[in-house]
């Protein structure tokens, strides 16, 4: 069961917002897909059994392609900032913090200095300024975690996919945070 599909247009659409009669694409291997809206099971877009495309592939894909267009959305003036849950370095409260204004676009699998690459690189102008990863099947190993150029954030894909404006940090290597309260302190 696939969430989001692409349409001949290459936007990434919703299962709810799908039209019959109209050819969508999966995000992770672009087979044809077939609109799911019946009465009965949840809605979602199929394809047939695939040795190369999974859900977890599928997953892993759209959670990218998802962040990407909330970075888009968000610089076109369609959308506020997207919102990361992050707890403060003091009173480990959880703390919507919006990704700055520096950030200007988002690349989805760009290569890092060191030959690692990074699922969605946040972009300042054309310089890669921090990045996101996406957890579908493990977790960032600690070799990759400790090596990146960059500061980071690991998001759970199936979460992300479900609801996109809830942004939770399972792993947290952005510049430390602190909370408006904390720091009035």
Known sequence: K???????????????????????????????????KGDIKIHHF??????????????HKTAKMLFQKLVSDWKNGLAQAPKINRKCQICHSIIQQPLP???????????????????IALLGSEEISAGIEVRVAHEVNFE????????????????????????????????PFTCKECKER
């Open 46 to 59: 199929v394809h047939k059994a695939s040795d190369f495309c999974s859900q977890e592939t599928v997953i």
């Open 101 to 119: 204004d520096k950030v200007q676009s988002a690349k989805l699998e760009a290569p890092l200095p060191n030959g690692s690459i990074i699922d």
């Open 2 to 36: 696939i969430p989001f599909a692409i349409d001949d247009l290459g936007i990434l659409t919703k299962i709810d917002d799908a039209t019959r009669g109209i050819d969508y694409y999966c995000p992770a291997c672009n087979m044809p897909v077939i609109v799911r």
């Open 144 to 175: 990759k975690s400790e090596s990146l150029p960059i500061p980071f954030i690991e998001i759970d894909g199936y979460e992300f996919v479900e609801n996109p404006n809830e942004i939770n940090a399972l792993l947290d290597k952005f510049k």
